[in-house]
């Protein structure tokens, strides 16, 4: 799968989200970080801004919910317009299940794992999913560093992907620039959350475009992509 740049508007002014969502036309994904201040220590948005993004872009939404509960709240996000839904499986009574019904409901069902989180444990869940999110920063706060750590992580979760055959996207999401994305694509991953590194930019746009050019070109030279 060609790389795919999602940019994040926990970066972006939120009094004028509509206007931050049309200025990355041409972004493949739209990230919506929620958060409760439960699970992470800040508070963002919910479901009725996500209603609102819905009818105010045509990008597509990536529903990243660093919530407690996912199990109940999920689905609502779905309906709120969602095209991909993805719960921190630290935070999941039955992922599962959950995975099953995000894909009943018409949308890509996805799995985060914090920085801490090993893959292993969650291999055999791997076929229920559409995505798996590997985070490369601790949840809660845009504009950190990324942390170089994972790297061995993605390079894993790539191989399992690999070793089972599966259609499975592979993002990340954290301190992710042009400084870091090679190396991102290089150990396997193909989806990419930029939050400051896009809308920092004087052209949120172009900013995309670069960004998705320099994974692409990592990716083409890496060992993982080879006949892909």
């Known amino acids: 799968m060609a790389a795919q740049i999602n940019p994040s508007i926990l970066s972006a002014d939120f009094a004028r989200l509509a206007d931050e969502a049309r200025a990355v036309d041409g972004a493949d994904w739209l990230h919506v970080d929620v958060m409760d201040n439960h699970f992470v220590p800040n508070l963002t948005l919910g479901v009725p801004v996500v209603e609102s993004l819905a009818r105010a872009t045509d990008t597509p939404l990536d529903c990243h919910l660093m919530i407690e509960d996912p199990d109940r709240w999920a689905p609502q996000y779905v309906e709120a317009g969602a095209g991909s839904v993805t719960f921190h499986v630290e935070a999941a009574a039955a992922p599962v299940r959950l ?121 083409a030279s890496a060992p993982w992509a080879c006949g892909h």
């Open 99 to 219: 995975a099953r019904e995000i894909r009943a409901k018409g949308a890509r069902a996805a799995m985060a794992l914090k920085p801490a989180t090993a893959i292993e444990p969650y291999e055999e869940l791997l076929p229920e999913l559409d995505m798996v999110l590997i985070m490369t920063v601790e949840p809660g706060f845009g504009g950190q560093s990324f942390l170089d750590l994972t790297l061995p992580k993605i390079r894993r979760t790539r191989e399992l992907i690999g070793r089972h055959g599966l259609d499975l996207w592979l993002q990340v999401d954290g301190g992710v620039s042009a400084a870091t994305i090679e190396r991102c694509a290089e150990a396997g991953a193909d989806v990419f959350v930029a939050g400051s590194a896009v809308y920092g930019a004087e052209d949120p746009a172009e900013a995309v475009r670069s960004l998705r050019d320099s994974a692409r070109k990592a990716t």
